[in-house]
C-alpha cells in the first residue's frame, strides 16, 4: 500500500527528543528609515502584518532613524553604514535577507513574509536569553549556550541594542543605543553569563525601555537574538535542520532530517496534522516520531508538551510523478491558534522508475514492525523476470538488494528473509513501481 503502516498511535503523549543541538531561532527584524521618509509609512504597515501574522517573541522588531535628530546617534548611523543602507525604507531580516523599497507587497506584508521565512523556521545552535534587565540602571544579564558539541564559534560579533517604545504615536521599537563587541564560543554544556550595563539617557522613559541581544557572523547572519520583551505565556516554535524548500527526486520516498517542536511557554496541550494545500494525486504525506511511529499526516493526533519540553518528528513522503507540492505541517492548541510551518516540495529529477508505467505495486509489506521474516503482497499487470526490493537505512544507504525472482501477473505473496538486519528503522523501494514505504525491525 502506497500509505505509510501508522505503527503506533500515540494519544496525548509527548515524545521528547535527547539533547537536541538545535534551538529555535528568535527573528531579528531591523527597519532602516527616518523620520521624514514618506516611504517609510509603508514599510511600517507591512511590517505590523508580520506582528500580526507571528507571536510574540518569537519575532523582535527594532527600527533605526538616519538623520533623524534626536532619535539618531553615532552607533545607529554606524548600523547603516554597516549593511551599506542608502536608499529608504530598506528592512533586514536576521542580518541576511534584505527587501528594498516602499513598492508592491510592502504595505501588505507580502514581500516580508518571504524574507521572514527563509530564516523563521531555522535552528540555531546557540540558545539565548535575557533572564535580566534593569531599565532604570540599564544593568542586562544575558545568558548564551552553545548547544552543540561539535561545533565552536569564532570571528563573531555580540550586539546589544537599546529600544524604546511609544515615544509618541508615530515612533515606537526605536533604537537608542548600540554596543558591538567580539565574540566568540566553545561548547561546554553550560550557559555562558554575561553582565553589560547601558548608558541611560534622562530624556529617555525608563519605563518604555527594552533591551535586545544577538550574535552575528563576519558574513553578516545572525545566528540567534534575545530580548528582555515579554513572550507570549503559550508559545510553540520550531527548530528545522533544513530549509522550508525541499527538492528532491519524483518516484521514491523522502525522509527529513529530524526537526523540533519546542513549547516555551507554559503547558500546554495540542494537535498535530499535515495540510496539504497542493500537490500531485500520487504523492502521500506522513510523518514519523524519533522512535519510528509514523502517522497519516491529514488525522490530527493529540499530544502535550510541558514548559520547556520538545519533541522530534521527520517528514515521511511518498514521492510520486513529477511535480510541485506545497503543504504546512500545522501544531494547533485552543491558546495557541494554529502554528503553521509552510513547506514546498519541488522535484527537480525525475529518474526511470517514476516514469514507467505503474504495472506493479507492493500493496502490502506485514507485519510491521516485524522480526524475522516480511511478508510482501504484490500486484503486477504482466509477468515480470527480475524485480528488485531495495532496503535503505535512514542515513539513506542501501542495505540490502534482494532480487524477487519471477513475479506473475496478477497476486503475488512473498516471503524474505531480514532477520540479520539489526533493529531499526528502514525504507524499501520495489524497484519499477513506485512503490515505497517505511519498516521498523523489532527485537
Not at 503506533?8 to 515524545?15: A, E, K, N, T
Not at 541594542?161 to 515612533?171: A, C
Not at 535542520?241 to 513549547?263: D, E, T
Amino acid at each position: 500500500m502506497k500509505y505509510i503502516t501508522l505503527i503506533v498511535l500515540l494519544l496525548g503523549f509527548s515524545i521528547l527528543a535527547a539533547d537536541p543541538t538545535i534551538y529555535p531561532t528568535t527573528s531579528l527584524v531591523e527597519n532602516f528609515g527616518a523620520t521624514w521618509c514618506d516611504a517609510c509609512e509603508s514599510a511600517l504597515d507591512g511590517l505590523d502584518v508580520i506582528a500580526n501574522d507571528t507571536q510574540p517573541g518569537e519575532v523582535i522588531f527594532t527600527r533605526l532613524l538616519t538623520e533623524s535628530g534626536e532619535y539618531s546617534s553615532p552607533q545607529v548611523e554606524g548600523r547603516f553604514f554597516y549593511y551599506d543602507v542608502q536608499g529608504l525604507p530598506a528592512v533586514i531580516f536576521n542580518g541576511k535577507t534584505r527587501v528594498d523599497g516602499s513598492g508592491e507587497g510592502i504595505a501588505d506584508g507580502s514581500q516580508y513574509h518571504s524574507a521572514l521565512n527563509n530564516s523563521r523556521f531555522l535552528g540555531s545552535n546557540l540558545k539565548m536569553q535575557i533572564p535580566s534587565f534593569v531599565p532604570a540602571t540599564g544593568n542586562m544579564t544575558l545568558n548564551i549556550e552553545l548547544l552543540n558539541p561539535e561545533i565552536s564559534i569564532s570571528d563573531a560579533k555580540l550586539v546589544y541594542y537599546l529600544i524604546e517604545d511609544n515615544i509618541d504615536d508615530e515612533l515606537t521599537h526605536i533604537l537608542r543605543y548600540a554596543y558591538i563587541q567580539d565574540f566568540a564560543i566553545a561548547y561546554t554544556g553550560e550557559a555562558l553569563q554575561i553582565d553589560y550595563t547601558f548608558d541611560i539617557d534622562d530624556s529617555w522613559n525608563a519605563d518604555n525601555l527594552w533591551a535586545v541581544a544577538f550574535v552575528q557572523s563576519n558574513n553578516k547572519s545572525i545566528l540567534q537574538s534575545a530580548s528582555s520583551q515579554e513572550a507570549s505565556p503559550y508559545l510553540v516554535q520550531a527548530a528545522l535542520p533544513m530549509n522550508i524548500l525541499i527538492h528532491g527526486n519524483a518516484g521514491g520516498q523522502y525522509v527529513s532530517p529530524a526537526f523540533y517542536i519546542y513549547n516555551l511557554g507554559l503547558d500546554d496541550s495540542y494537535t498535530r496534522h499535515i495540510e496539504v494545500i497542493d500537490a500531485p494525486a500520487d504523492w502521500y504525506f506522513n510523518y514519523c516520531d524519533v522512535d519510528g511511529n509514523c502517522y497519516p499526516g491529514s488525522i490530527q493526533i493529540p499530544f502535550s508538551l510541558a514548559a520547556g519540553e520538545s519533541v522530534a518528528y521527520d517528514l515521511n513522503l511518498t514521492i510520486g510523478s513529477p511535480g510541485v507540492a506545497h503543504f504546512d505541517f500545522v501544531i494547533s492548541s485552543s491558546n495557541i491558534g494554529e502554528y503553521r510551518i509552510p513547506f514546498t516540495f519541488t522535484t527537480s529529477t525525475s529518474n526511470s522508475d517514476a516514469l514507467a508505467p505503474a504495472s506493479l505495486n507492493l500493496v502490502q509489506a506485514y507485519p510491521n514492525p516485524f522480526r524475522d521474516n516480511l511478508s510482501l503482497q504484490i500486484e503486477s499487470l504482466k509477468d515480470l523476470q527480475d524485480t528488485t526490493l531495495q532496503v535503505f537505512n535512514l542515513k539513506g544507504q542501501q542495505v540490502r538488494s534482494l532480487n524477487l525472482q519471477q513475479i506473475r501477473r496478477g497476486t503475488n505473496n512473498l516471503q524474505i528473509d531480514l532477520k540479520d538486519l539489526p533493529n531499526g528503522v528502514y525504507f524499501y523501494k520495489l524497484r519499477g513501481s513506485s512503490s515505497t514505504g517505511k519498516l521498523l525491525k523489532i527485537q
